[in-house]
């Protein structure tokens, strides 16, 4: 079994530049000069991405923290333009007046013949 590396947790519990630089020097002393330079370059590789790696989690907490304090400040006005605004409609009804309903007269509309008047 090979001796494991420990390493400083940041804040993110990742592993920070410096520590991972760290444990591909450790790895390289381990192995020799002459296996280290083979692998120099595969370390290399690997140093150079691991550092884009963490800037772009960096960004990406960064977009995050930004999104969320805008869903704060969003979720907060909804609410005040809620509270402005009533819930419910209310439908309005038209109250008629009503008249008096009368009883149809046959005498108004025929005459005394009892043709229909225009």
């Known amino acids: 079994m090979g001796v494991v590396y420990e390493y400083e947790e940041s804040e993110d519990k990742t592993m920070t530049n410096k520590d991972f630089q760290n444990l591909t020097n450790t790895m390289s002393e381990k192995l020799g000069k002459?296996?280290?330079?083979?692998?120099?370059?595969?370390?290399?590789?690997?140093?150079?991405?691991?550092s884009e790696m963490n800037k772009t989690?960096?960004?990406?907490?960064?977009?995050?923290?930004?999104?969320?304090?805008?869903n704060e400040m969003l979720t907060a006005a909804n609410g005040q333009l809620l509270q402005q605004v009533a819930m419910g409609f209310e439908e309005k009804t038209e109250v008629k007046e009503e008249t008096e309903k009368k009883p149809f007269n046959f005498h108004s509309v025929f005459d005394e013949k009892g043709n229909f008047i225009k």
């Open 57 to 70: 989690i960096k960004a990406k907490e960064a977009e995050i923290e930004k999104l969320q304090k805008t």
């Open 34 to 50: 002459e296996t280290a330079a083979k692998i120099a370059d595969d370390l290399g590789t690997m140093i150079s991405d691991n």
